[in-house]
């Protein structure tokens, strides 16, 4: 993607794509490998820089993840951090040990001497630790350049050999001053000069794209989320109305939301758009099933269904495109060759699903499949896709389907369709919507007592929902003022039917999840 390339070699860690996404921020292109990847082909791919991830193993346990030591002499600067730090010293002779204290959390730091790598960094600072092991001896011609109260090798290097190791994680926000030790790492001492910028990836791949699909056709499925417009903003702006859509609206979507995107995509390329609407189907399928897999089964499977019917109808020969980016492609076991390596399959994304075989493709075309989500973000605005899409929240392939606890009708779609509309127009007022990762309204299987005017009421409770994450890994229930909860509250018992009860969820995950269902 450009010629410097920094390669994360990946031995487990939890952190591995936030570490790559921490490096392309610094705009230097980014990929993540196998720390099985032969050495071979480490050198042919001549990075600028390496970096070892952490890891959930113990160096010493002949089953963990190991490297050879031929590494460490091609020639390649590389920081190891947290067990990639331990690694590079039990690799070079150096002695891991387990703590007598483990340390988790922020903890305090102290920078010894003068380091490249901390340049620009106050003697004293706040990392994020998390580990049971500490180096006890750094390896011979290794200088420690940073320690804690109970880790005295908190940081040590071979500046003579681009060789930097920290024990904190400076990929994380807890570590106060973690982005400038990367781009130190990246600037000062492997020499990049930050030539990863989004204006390039567009006008390169809309090149790319002429140049592979010539005057053939493009058939993409468009759900209407962040990475299958953007990929639909690119192959437009390359091919124009050689580019086929296809958008399911299986009625699931939020208010209005099938409009909005047939709107958008009608309006600002130049492609053809071809909307399916099929909730009548949907809501058949579904027909008295609770069970949320179940659900999420079934609305998967009839999706395909329905978009591969209409894809036969369009297809005649050409491409098939899709919007799969960089992460689906590593929780899927592509994109860190899972297969050689440590890192297990976290999930088949549903961009990464088998087409059927009796529709013929020329091949399949992917022009975000190297983007992080917040590239892809970047790039959707320089394409003049409009904001609200482009900052799309999370949104589940089910759709409202998994929102909905029990069993999915009419009725229940078009109620909490309202509700979340009225929770999101009130958070848009208050100003908090860009502080908030995720919110929206929830449907339980519940119905409660109330009152209005003289009148007894027996209908449905609304939950809302509304979170504060740095990854979605962990989350916290978002403080919303109790002024605003308590608009959102009075609109959704007076403006939409059916509802007498509003509560809030202040879960945080771990121990729930984001979702409900």
Not at 209 to 221: A, F, Q, S, T, W
């Amino acid at each position: 993607m450009s010629n410097e390339l920094v390669l994360v070699l990946d031995f487990g860690g939890q952190y591995n794509q936030l570490i790559a996404r921490r490096v392309r921020e610094c705009s230097v292109y980014c990929e993540i490998k196998s720390y099985k990847t032969p050495i071979e082909e480490i050198r042919a791919l001549r990075p600028a820089g390496i970096i070892f991830t952490g890891g959930p193993n113990s160096v010493y346990d002949m089953s963990s993840p190991h490297i050879s030591k031929e590494i460490f002499d091609i020639g390649v600067p590389i920081l190891g951090i947290c067990y990639g730090c331990q690694l590079m010293a039990y690799t070079l002779g150096g002695k891991v040990e387990s703590c007598e204290k483990s340390e988790y959390g922020k903890i305090e730091v102290e920078s010894l001497g003068k380091s490249k790598l901390f340049d620009n960094v106050p003697e004293k600072s706040v990392v994020w630790m998390s580990h049971t092991d500490f180096v006890s001896a750094v390896p011979e011609g290794f200088a420690v350049t940073a320690r804690s109260q109970d880790c005295p090798s908190a940081a040590f290097e071979c500046e003579e050999k681009g060789l930097y190791a920290v024990q904190f994680h400076p990929e994380v926000t807890h570590s106060e001053y973690g982005r400038t030790i990367l781009r130190n790492f990246l600037y000062n001492v492997c020499g990049c000069k930050g030539l990863w910028v989004m204006d390039d990836f567009i006008e390169k791949t809309v090149a790319r794209l002429r140049e592979k699909i010539g005057d053939k056709k493009v058939v993409l499925g468009l759900s209407g989320g962040v990475d299958s417009s953007v990929a639909a903003g690119l192959l437009s702006r390359a091919v124009g109305r050689q580019l086929t859509c296809v958008f399911v609206d299986q009625g699931l979507m939020r208010k209005d939301e099938g409009d909005f995107v047939e709107q958008t995509f009608t309006k600002l390329f130049d492609m053809n758009f071809v909307r399916v609407n099929c909730q009548k189907q949907f809501l058949e399928k579904l027909r008295g099933v609770t069970d949320p897999e179940q659900k999420r089964k079934i609305i998967g499977t009839e999706f395909y269904k329905v978009f591969w019917d209409k894809v036969r109808e369009e297809a005649d020969g050409g491409f098939f495109a899709q919007g799969t980016i960089y992460p689906d492609r590593i929780e899927s076991g592509r994109g860190n060759e899972a297969g050689q390596g440590s890192t297990a399959v976290i999930k088949t994304h549903h961009n990464m699903v088998k087409k059927p075989d009796d529709i013929k493709f020329d091949g399949t075309i992917e022009p975000l499949a190297d983007l992080f989500k917040d590239e892809v973000r970047q790039v959707g605005e320089k394409l003049g896709i409009p904001h609200e899409l482009v900052w799309r929240q999370p949104f589940p392939g089910p759709g409202l389907g998994v929102r909905i606890i029990g069993e999915i009708t009419e009725e229940k779609i078009k109620i909490l369709q309202e509700a979340d509309a009225v929770f999101r127009d009130e958070i848009k007022k208050s100003g908090a919507e860009e502080q908030l990762k995720q919110f929206f309204a929830v449907l339980p299987d519940v119905k409660t007592v109330g009152v209005m005017g003289d009148h007894r009421t027996y209908d449905h409770l609304i939950a809302l929902r509304a979170v504060t994450t740095d990854d979605f890994m962990t989350a916290d229930w978002a403080r919303i003022p109790y002024e605003v909860l308590a608009r959102v509250s009075n609109r959704l018992t007076n403006e939409v039917e059916h509802v007498n009860r509003v509560v809030y969820d202040i879960t945080s995950k771990p121990p729930g999840t984001v979702e409900w269902e």
